[in-house]
């Protein structure tokens, strides 16, 4: 079984500024899969960045970083230059096993404030 | 990525009665994923659909309420049956990937039962 833990409800961030949205995942299997997700208002399910858990090298897209720490079984997203259009709810997610499925994290909801 | 929609993107039904909603993707996959998102909720998944096979039901889901077909690699459709208000939600479906566990997400359908 997998488990995702979002911490933070809601987060805000200054336009151009930077900010990391929390993630930890717990999981039985031995190779998984880790995603972030955004969710914008029209609540289109955009993926964001993936990260394998057998590499150790972060996982980089743009202006997103991951911070991703196995033993800690963390996964932090880091959203660098923060734009008006980065305002939505991010999903952390998981997933491993034969099945594919990917498990959910509660969501953050992002505020960028101009 | 897979370019995938939905019919309808939303609907406003009575209880006790049923809507089917399709999607439709631009290319062929062997899986596709049924979510429900309950309003300020995470995602839930209801089923995997594979081609070929009857779909295969997480824990709280049952066919006779959710029943859901998949007649070829670019279709399927879920139908949510003796609808209640509980029923009033987001339903997604995804389609899996160029990379494993990686889902690429539908517009989604927004449902509200009165």
């Known amino acids: 079984a997998q488990t995702v833990t979002q911490s933070q409800p809601e987060m805000s961030v200054q336009e151009a500024e930077t900010v990391t949205l929390s993630c930890t995942y717990d999981t039985s299997e031995s190779d998984y899969y880790l995603f972030w997700y955004k969710q914008p208002p029209s609540r289109q399910m955009i993926l964001v960045i993936r990260?394998?858990?057998?590499?150790?090298q972060n996982a980089t897209e743009n202006r997103f970083s991951v911070n991703f720490q196995k033993a800690a079984k963390s996964f932090s997203l880091k959203i660098s230059d923060s734009q008006l259009g980065d305002a939505a709810m991010y999903f952390c997610a998981s997933g491993g096993g034969s099945n594919y499925k990917l498990t959910f994290g509660k969501g953050t909801l992002l505020t960028v404030n101009p | 990525s897979a370019v995938i929609s939905q019919k309808p993107s939303r609907d406003i039904c009575q209880r006790g009665t049923s809507l089917t909603i399709q999607c439709q993707v631009d290319?062929?996959?062997?899986?596709m994923f049924w979510y429900r998102q309950q309003p300020g909720q995470s995602l839930t998944l209801i089923a995997t659909a594979n081609q070929g096979s009857e779909a295969t039901y997480e824990s709280g889901f049952v066919i006779d309420k959710f029943p859901i077909s998949r007649p070829n690699l670019t279709f399927s459709t879920l139908t949510v049956s003796n609808m209640s208000p509980e029923d009033s939600s987001i339903y997604l479906c995804s389609v899996e990937g160029r990379d494993a566990y990686e889902q690429y997400f539908g517009p989604g359908t927004r449902l509200t039962v009165t």
């Open positions: 290319s062929q996959v062997t899986m």
């Open positions: 990260q394998e858990a057998y590499k150790q």
